[in-house]
């Protein structure tokens, strides 16, 4: 059923008129023109398409756009402040923590969360948490070593 939808887009008040089954990938990059998500699977399990709701890690392929309704929604293009980094961010540039780049926004969304709940998580913590986002070119070592690295410090 179409309807209004309202809710919270990296910071921003935000309301699109859609099919309210439609998937909040599809969304994102197709009605608000947010292509750092990206499309894996489309079955929630590469973790791609990760954003935040309400400082949890989602799968954006397989949730409703209405489950976002009067929520905080986070993507990757959220994560930066006027046009600088995030330190997460930083550490994923400074370790080489991608290849072809494409899990890469969705390992970044993935590892905020985490950190949003655990912030000095451990390295274990990190690797639990990171276990169902994946990376076919082989930077998993790097991906954690840079997640760790800010855990380490603390910065957001």
């Not at 887009?9 to 990206?38: A, F, I, Y």
């Not at 756009?65 to 990757?76: M, N, P, S």
């Not at 950190?115 to 998993?140: F, T, V, W, Y």
Request: overall charge neutral; some cysteine; aromatic content about 4%.
């Amino acid at each position: 059923m179409e309807r209004t939808i309202s809710f919270t887009l990296n910071g921003k008040p935000t309301q699109v008129s859609v099919d309210d089954e439609r998937m909040l990938l599809w969304v994102l990059r197709g009605e608000l023109g947010l292509e750092g998500t990206k499309f894996g699977c489309g079955e929630g399990l590469c973790g791609s398409c990760t954003v935040i709701v309400d400082k949890t890690a989602v799968r954006s392929c397989v949730t409703p756009v209405k489950d976002a309704a009067g929520r905080q929604v986070i993507t990757i293009e959220g994560l930066s402040q006027s046009g600088k980094l995030s330190p997460l961010q930083e550490s994923f540039v400074k370790h080489n923590a991608f290849q072809c780049g494409y899990c890469t926004p969705g390992m970044v969304v993935n590892a905020h969360a985490l950190l949003l709940q655990k912030p000095h998580a451990s390295r274990e913590e990190i690797i639990k948490a990171m276990d169902d986002n994946l990376c076919r070119c082989g930077a998993q070592t790097r991906i954690l070593d840079a997640i760790e690295e800010v855990a380490k410090g603390g910065a957001r």
